[in-house]
């Protein structure tokens, strides 16, 4: 009896799963492909991906090359882009990252690698999209859609849109924040001389 309960718990658990993954009726898969471009302009950084999820426990992250498409594996699992100070990721491992950590931004656009399923009316057959960098404004990694290119199985010719790059304000190329620890470093010790010098005047010491 109880191996029944258990087969009947199993089968439970497993269905909605099972039924998620089924080819919708009347429809086809849609490849699609994500990439990220230019990510040899920043040499110090790392940028990873980021995966949470119902199929993951914690997260899950992977470095992001350039000529590799995105991805997020299951399908209704969510994928964050961030860009790390190599130093701190080579420092901790890439498995240990604290996303709240000021070495480390991330990027606020909802990218999914997923490409499901569209009508069978529908003669678009792939998609392949990339996204380019283009810097850093306060704590967040500024990307945006730079290309995207559908191709068809009806004869029409393969789409190639490109688009302009988004007016960003106070954007810098290197991750650099106020909290950097190295910098309070220095400013403590530029005082501290200050103080000294002045002591000096007064004939007291250090």
Not at 89 to 118: K, L
Request: glycine share 4%; with cysteine; proline share 5%.
């Amino acid at each position: 009896m109880k191996n029944i309960i258990f087969l009947l718990m199993i089968v439970m658990f497993a269905v909605p799963f099972v039924n998620a993954d089924v080819t919708p009726e009347n429809s086809h898969p849609l490849p699609k492909c994500i990439k990220i471009v230019n990510l040899d302009e920043f040499s110090d950084i790392y940028f990873i991906g980021y995966i949470t999820g119902p199929m993951v426990e914690n997260y899950e992250t992977y470095m992001i090359e350039p000529d590799k498409c995105l991805t997020m594996g299951y399908k209704f699992n969510t994928l964050k882009i961030l860009a790390a100070k190599k130093s701190y990721v080579d420092s901790v491992g890439i498995n240990n990252i604290d996303i709240s950590n000021e070495n480390v931004f991330s990027s606020d656009e909802q990218i999914s690698p997923y490409g499901g399923y569209v009508d069978e009316n529908n003669p678009l057959i792939k998609l392949e999209i990339e996204y380019s960098i283009l810097g850093f404004s306060d704590d967040k990694l500024i990307l945006y859609k730079s290309k995207e290119t559908s191709e068809y199985n009806d004869g029409t010719s393969t789409k190639v849109e490109t688009f302009e790059k988004p007016n960003t304000q106070n954007l810098k190329l290197i991750i650099d924040n106020k909290k950097n620890p190295e910098q309070n470093i220095e400013s403590k010790s530029f005082w501290s001389k200050i103080n000294c010098f002045f002591k000096g005047i007064f004939g007291r010491s250090c």
